[in-house]
């Protein structure tokens, strides 16, 4: 597709149970990010890939979050052990580090809104 | 503190009124600024990039501050379209960007 795709698009879960969130860049951009927001919330940066890699993962809120990225291209996010304060959306952004005038706009994915009862 | 902070709003303006927005960076590291615009329930997307003499695209204006660590958003002759969240962002060196909260924006007729 021509943009940012995530899915599902909603995700109701029990606590205690496991999600994955998954989110498919645009082709050909190296960069990757994953931002939760909040009800009426701005958007808190978890983590973000160049290519394969995670520079920065200081913003995962704890270690029942982690994130993966292969074939520099799809990313998932897990959540293990989900916790009601863990209900948001999550967004993907993806962006190309070679735009023009060298600022690198982020395209964002619809999200995943998640709910945990 | 939080590194990017904003007045959260909102506004409420008449059409055809001139509405300015600020936001505030701690880091002084950053390097790259930008305004998204976020409509109910959807993904934010790119208003703006925010370059350091100032730039401008048709009613709007983004002015950059390092000296006072804030940036600016001027929206000239708001219309009724322009009613969403707008959220500043700041980019420090490598990728890592720190949204603020958004201000929400009510134009009404």
């Known amino acids: 597709g021509a943009g940012v795709s995530q899915s599902p698009s909603n995700k109701v879960t029990e606590k205690g149970k496991d999600v994955e969130l998954r989110c498919d860049p645009i082709?050909?951009?190296?960069?990757l990010y994953w931002y939760r927001q909040s009800l009426g919330q701005g958007l808190e940066f978890l983590i973000y890939f160049q290519g394969n890699s995670a520079p920065d993962k200081s913003g995962l809120p704890s270690d029942r979050f982690s994130a993966e990225r292969t074939g520099g291209s799809v990313s998932t996010l897990t959540i293990q052990r989900t916790q009601q304060e863990d209900s948001a959306v999550y967004l993907c952004?993806?962006?190309?580090?070679?735009?023009?005038?060298?600022?690198?706009?982020?395209?964002f994915g619809p999200g995943t809104r998640l709910t945990v009862l | 503190r939080k590194e990017v902070e904003q007045d959260p709003g909102p506004f409420n303006v008449p059409e055809g009124a001139t509405v300015a927005f600020n936001c505030t960076y701690s880091n002084s590291a950053s390097q790259s600024f930008f305004w998204y615009r976020q409509d109910c329930r959807k993904e934010p997307k790119l208003l703006m990039s925010v370059y350091s003499s100032g730039n401008e695209d048709g009613r709007f204006t983004a002015q950059l501050n390092r000296a006072s660590q804030y940036i600016s958003l001027l929206i000239r002759d708001s219309k009724l379209s322009d009613s969403a969240t707008y959220l500043c962002a700041s980019r420090t060196g490598g990728f890592k960007t720190i949204f603020g909260a958004g201000t929400r924006l009510f134009v009404k007729a």
């Open positions: 082709s050909g951009h190296t960069a």
């Open positions: 952004a993806s962006s190309h580090p070679l735009t023009s005038g060298g600022y690198n706009e982020q395209f």
